[in-house]
Structures are given as C-alpha cells and as structure tokens.
C-alpha cells in the first residue's frame, strides 16, 4: 500500500534510502526551533495527505475508497490536509530524521531554495512555528553556506513511516486488510500476458 508520492518528476536512484532511522516523523514545535540540514530538495520530497480526529490523532489518507477517513460520515474527518516528508539532518541531535511539513512550511522552503540557486543542501535551515491550530505561522531563516559531505547521510523513506502510523491508529489487522486489498485490485489491473 503507498500513501504517497514524490512531490517533483525527478527521482534520484543514487540516494540510499533506508527506514529504519526513528520511528517517527519529526514536526516543528511550538516555540523550539529546529536547526536542519536538507539532505534533499523540494522535488525529491515526499507528499501525501493526513486526517485528523480526536480518537486516532493523525492518519494518513489512503486515497482510495478504503480510506477510514475518506469514507467517514464526519465532514471534519473527510478533510485531508497535504503534507510533505523530507529526510533532514538534526543539526542539534546529529541524526537523520524524516520531517514533516504542512504546505505552508513547505512553501517557505521552497522560496529558501529558490533564492539559494535551486539548492538547500549547501546550508543549514532554521526553522521557526509559532502558535497553534489555525493561528500557526512559520518562518524560515537560510543560514551561511557551508560545505557538508551529505554522502555519508542515508534517505528516510517514509512509506514505513506511514503506514506503522496508520496501523498504530487503526490496529495492523486493518492495514493488513488494504493492503492485501491493494495487492488483488493491482493483479486485476495487470494486462493479460497475451
């Protein structure tokens, strides 16, 4: 089962991707800033989409007609907000992590990256929230460029990410039913080998 897609048409097959470094995806707080290295641009991004309730917190959307959310009788519940999934440096902690932005942060630093000549990688990102639910505001500071050899850094992939977040609000009995699901629709829809 995916629960998204990279946000540009570019895919790199050189960046090593690996899950396995947290079990999380780590957002910006309130008040605490947090001081990144990308390890990759925009157009490598991951996007998908979450919903929100009060029993499971946030989810990611399926989206496909087997999504909780999706086909929930609650309006609020059917919304799904965009997000985007980008493997970063902790500066302060010293590890990768895979971050998640919602499109307003995302768009913040895009802008970054399109004053730094079509790059973050080359610098370190400050970023800023203030405030909560809809009086959330972000701000993005590009520090000085510095050279970093980001080789030796592995991609989060954040498919896993999202689907033990799925499993965690919805059981893995759930998760395993989709995709067992999505496993027959995609041999369905396989032309026939004559």
């Known amino acids: 089962m995916k629960f998204g897609s990279r946000a540009g048409e570019k895919v790199r097959d050189d960046i090593k991707r690996s899950s ?5 995806m780590k957002n910006v707080q309130d008040g605490k800033d947090l001081r990144v290295r990308f390890l990759q641009n925009p157009e490598d991004w991951f ?8 029993e499971t917190k946030f989810f990611p959307c399926t989206q496909d007609d087997s ?3 999706c086909s929930s009788d609650s309006e609020k519940l059917k919304k799904s907000s965009r997000r985007y999934a980008a493997s970063v440096l902790d500066v302060k902690e010293g590890k990768v992590v895979c971050l998640k932005m919602p499109v307003d942060l995302a768009n913040r630093v895009t802008s970054k990256c399109d004053r730094n000549g079509g790059t973050l990688l080359d610098r370190d990102m400050t970023l800023i929230r203030t405030g909560k639910g809809l009086d959330t505001t972000y701000d993005v500071e590009a ?6 050899d ?4 592995q991609i ?3 498919e896993p990410l999202l689907a033990e977040s799925f499993a965690e609000a919805f059981g893995t009995d759930f998760l395993e039913k989709l995709e ?7 041999v369905e829809q396989e032309p026939a080998p004559f």
């Not at 520090?143 to 970093?148: A, I, L, S, W």
């Not at 980001?150 to 850094?153: A, E, F, G, K």
């Not at 067992?180 to 995609?186: E, I, N, P, R």
Request: charged share 35%.
């Open 143 to 148: 520090e000085d460029k510095t050279n970093v």
């Open 47 to 54: 996007k998908f989409r979450e919903h929100y309730s009060e």
């Open 180 to 186: 067992d699901k999505a496993d027959v629709q995609a």
């Open 67 to 69: 999504c909780p959310g």
């Open 20 to 24: 396995g470094q947290g079990n999380f």
């Open 156 to 158: 989060i992939d954040p």
């Open 150 to 153: 980001l080789s030796r850094y």
